[in-house]
């Protein structure tokens, strides 16, 4: 839900900017901010994950983000650019956590479980967003990124199925086999 907010906001907002007067050199300057402010979002969230209950960090960011992102479309001035600034960074937070909680949860198939959950955020953000601009030509576009602010606290709630407490313990993958026709020879016998 936290992506359906932000992919929402990056391909609507921009037209609702315009519409209300704004020149696209405001609005490209505002969504900069907000896009820059996620990427911070997520270096916070990976620094704040390896030092606090991860599961905590990402309900608070996704609860944490619902006002911000509903302040951007009412505010103006220097008020805005704050709480672009705060909304990109609490949205964009819980990616890396989630990233590094699926891949503990697969400790083998690191990769692969990586790659699944960031291709879930991406392709579920942008399928919610074209949701939204369907929606938003027949409700209006202010009114639909107004419900969309909200996503997060649903991120938020459904954070709380989440495992809680301590991270699991890191499992060392195994070691690949090697075949049968390759002698070994460890490092001190290589050297003499």
Request: proline share 6%; net charge positive; hydrophobic share 55%.
């Amino acid at each position: 839900f936290r992506s359906g907010t932000a992919q929402g906001y990056a391909t609507l907002l921009p037209k609702y900017y315009e519409s209300i007067g704004f020149s696209a050199a405001q609005f490209g300057l505002m969504l900069g901010l907000f896009n820059f402010a996620g990427a911070l979002g997520t270096l916070t969230g990976g620094y704040l994950g390896d030092r606090f209950n991860r599961r905590t960090i990402m309900i608070a960011a996704s609860i944490a983000s619902v006002p911000f992102a509903y302040a951007m479309l009412h505010v103006t001035g220097v008020a805005f650019f704050i709480v672009a600034i705060l909304a990109g960074m609490l949205l964009s937070m819980p990616h890396s956590l989630l990233l590094v909680m699926t891949q503990e949860l697969a400790p083998n198939r690191r990769g692969l479980a990586g790659g699944l959950v960031l291709g879930f955020i991406f392709a579920s953000g942008s399928f919610m967003a074209w949701l939204e601009a369907i929606a938003a030509t027949h409700f209006g576009l202010l009114q639909v990124l107004s419900v969309v602010a909200f996503f997060p606290l649903l991120a938020g709630l459904i954070g709380f199925a989440l495992p809680s407490g301590r991270r699991p313990e890191t499992i060392a993958p195994e070691p690949l086999p090697v075949p049968s026709n390759v002698s070994t020879v460890s490092p001190s016998a290589a050297a003499d």
